[in-house]
């Protein structure tokens, strides 16, 4: 199992009980709702924080990436089980979720932080992004 997927399992519990602990009861955790545009651009904005402060502080780029994006997604698996209300409620995957939030941090951190996000990497977003823009 590699770092990545440690990550998000150990943080996912934890973020899961939490709601237990702080309402006291288990029957509130038992029926996740869905993750509302206003939770992910709270993940979005979390991720973004911790990524540009860890790179901008010397963590190295995949390293504050991937622990900002494992803290995103985390954080939708423990608080929504990972489903989406844009996608009606589709439950994504571990693998899904962690895809997502690297590639929205990332973006997001090209505004936010460019001088933390190594040259060739802005280049290949950016061309990503116009690809994606041109297929619209």
């Not at 698996?77 to 979720?97: C, I, N, W, Y």
């Amino acid at each position: 199992m590699n770092l990545r997927q440690k990550l998000l399992g150990a943080l996912a519990v934890q973020a899961f009980l939490a709601p237990i602990g702080l309402l006291g009861s288990a029957a509130s955790a038992q029926q996740a709702k869905p993750a509302t545009n206003e939770d992910i651009a709270v993940y979005q904005a979390m991720g973004t924080s911790f990524f540009c402060m860890a790179a901008l502080d010397g963590v190295e780029f995949p390293k504050a990436l991937g622990i900002s994006a494992s803290t995103y997604a985390q954080a939708l698996k423990g608080r929504h089980e990972g489903q989406v209300a844009s996608l009606q409620g589709k439950a994504l995957t571990d693998k899904e979720m962690f895809a997502a939030a690297e590639q929205q941090v990332l973006v997001r951190a090209m505004a936010a932080c460019p001088k933390a996000i190594p040259d060739d990497v802005q280049t290949k977003v950016k061309e990503a992004l116009q690809k994606r823009q041109a297929e619209s």
